[in-house]
Nanobody, 114 residues
C-alpha cells in the first residue's frame, strides 16, 4: 500500500524557515519523480517544486531562490527546505509521487504571519 506522510509544518513569522519532510512507504522513491504542491484557502492546488529520479529540479517562480527540494533515496524521504518565508506561502503543503497513480500525502499546514 502506497503511503506518503508529510511533517514539519507549523507557524512562523515572515522571513523565517521551515523544513518539510515526506516519508514514503509501499514503494521506493529512487526511481520516481516526486513533487511538492500547496493549496491556500479558496485556491487551487499548485505545483511548488519537483525533482525527477536523476535529481533534476523545477521550482515555481514564486519560490525560486527561497525553497530547495531534495531527496534521500536510502531513507525513502523527500524534503523541502523553505527559507525567507512570506505570508503568501501560507498553505497546506502536499507531497506527491509522480510515478504512482493518485499518490498524495495528507498535507501539512504552513502558516506564515507578518
Amino acid at each position: 500500500q502506497v503511503q506518503l506522510v508529510e511533517s514539519g509544518g507549523g507557524s512562523v513569522q515572515a522571513g523565517g524557515s521551515l523544513k518539510l519532510s515526506c516519508v514514503a512507504s509501499g514503494f521506493r522513491i529512487s526511481g520516481c519523480g516526486m513533487a511538492w504542491y500547496r493549496q491556500a484557502p479558496g485556491k487551487e492546488r499548485d505545483l511548488v517544486s519537483r525533482i525527477d529520479d536523476m535529481g533534476t529540479t523545477y521550482y515555481a517562480d514564486s519560490v525560486k531562490g527561497r525553497f530547495t527540494i531534495s531527496r534521500l533515496n536510502d531513507m525513502n524521504t523527500l524534503n523541502l527546505q523553505m527559507n525567507r518565508l512570506k505570508t503568501e506561502d501560507t498553505a497546506v503543503y502536499f507531497c506527491r509521487a509522480l510515478c504512482q497513480i493518485n499518490a498524495w500525502g495528507q498535507g501539512t499546514q504552513v502558516t506564515v504571519s507578518s
